[in-house]
């Protein structure tokens, strides 16, 4: 007899941990955004809101036949889509405004019109719209 420790039983080999397309294979895994790759909330959608409405937007965009127009290019009675909506620009103003990226600067207010909704929107002269051809 001797002061050695017991045998040690025989170990399982260690796992192997490999990086998959957006998550471990061997453990769990949060959901990945089928658009833009970055995590979103296990839901049971494919994709984030945000990119959802992108993509349908962009989806609608392709159906109706739009071509991207620079906003200093729009005319009244263009028919643009606005958040994928169809909307019928009915005037068009030159100037300086006060933008959404809340500097002031030369943009084009477009008033628009859709069934009975309208309303004016300002965007930066080389904002790009998608015009219906």
């Not at 002061?3 to 769990?28: K, L, M, T």
């Not at 990945?32 to 937007?57: F, I, Q, V």
């Not at 159906?63 to 009244?76: D, F, I, S």
């Not at 009975?116 to 015009?131: E, H, K, N, Q, V």
């Amino acid at each position: 007899m001797g002061n050695h420790p017991p045998p040690q039983p025989p170990r399982a080999p260690r796992e192997v941990i490999r990086r998959d397309v957006g998550s471990w294979i061997s453990g769990p895994s949060r959901p990945l955004c089928a658009r833009c790759g970055d995590p979103k909330p296990d839901d049971g959608n494919l994709m984030h809101s945000e990119c959802e409405e992108a993509e349908t937007a962009e989806a609608l965009a392709a159906l109706r036949g739009t071509e991207p127009v620079r906003a200093e290019h729009v005319m009244a009675g263009d028919t643009v889509l606005i958040d994928g909506t169809e909307a019928e620009i009915t005037d068009v103003r030159h100037g300086d405004y006060w933008l959404t990226t809340g500097q002031h600067g030369p943009g084009v207010a477009l008033g628009w019109r859709c069934g009975s909704s309208s309303g004016i929107m300002f965007r930066r002269a080389d904002d790009t719209l998608d015009r219906i051809s």
